[in-house]
């Protein structure tokens, strides 16, 4: 494997891969879509918390994080009472459209106040220098990959809605599926490629050369983002 895919592979598997089980995120919301197919509401209902509860108990024999799981528990089982609520199988697929649609002002706004929420997820998950990312050629590149996050969740949160408002619960399923972790991974992965190539264009310092506190020219960010 190539160097720089072998270093996409491995942030990637870092960063999805590394915390969250990708059967937490697809296996209730697939599973309620075809079990509403076949047998209707309820089953569907049944189907997925019995499927978040079971993942949940898996991880507490095998010793492992319990957080993700309890939180998608807890997601699936606040999905299920909308879906009640309303009557309707797609009212399950509405606290999942919310999310989106926070993470999508969530992005925009922290661009516009100069700190983007990319920035600061590189921050938590490296604990590089916070003043790094907001030096004035280093931040343009966080702001850029925030703002295309922004307008990916936005997107996807169209599409979503119309399939809601026409009451197309298998689509809007299919979509979840799709333009979920699937998708997430390629915008994962254009982020990343993207965000390196633009720090060397904007010519700023390196984690290391602002550490040490060395003066231009730099050699800029090589390695992760």
Request: aromatic share 12%; glycine share 10%; charged share 15%.
């Amino acid at each position: 494997m190539r160097p720089r895919l072998k270093e996409l592979w491995n942030e990637l598997r870092q960063v999805v891969f590394g915390q969250r089980s990708l059967v937490d995120a697809l296996g209730p919301p697939l599973l309620f879509v075809l079990v509403n197919l076949a047998f209707g509401i309820w089953p569907a209902i049944g189907s997925a918390i019995g499927l978040a509860l079971l993942t949940s108990i898996l991880r507490l024999t095998r010793r492992k994080p319990l957080r993700f799981a309890l939180a998608g528990l807890a997601g699936v089982s606040i999905a299920a009472l909308l879906a009640i609520g309303l009557s309707r199988g797609e009212g399950f697929f509405l606290p999942g459209m919310a999310s989106g649609a926070a993470l999508s002002a969530a992005c925009l706004l922290s661009v516009v106040s100069r700190r983007p929420l990319v920035a600061w997820t590189s921050f938590l998950a490296r604990r590089w220098p916070l003043n790094w990312y907001w030096h004035p050629r280093v931040r343009p590149a966080y702001s850029e990959v925030t703002l295309a996050w922004s307008v990916f969740f936005a997107g996807r949160l169209v599409i979503q809605f119309v399939l809601f408002q026409r009451g197309e619960t298998l689509a809007l399923g299919a979509l979840n599926l799709i333009l979920g972790w699937p998708a997430i991974v390629l915008v994962l992965a254009a982020s990343y490629v993207y965000g390196i190539w633009r720090l060397r264009r904007l010519g700023g310092p390196s984690v290391k050369e602002f550490n040490e506190g060395l003066p231009p020219p730099w050699t800029s960010q090589r390695r992760g983002f």
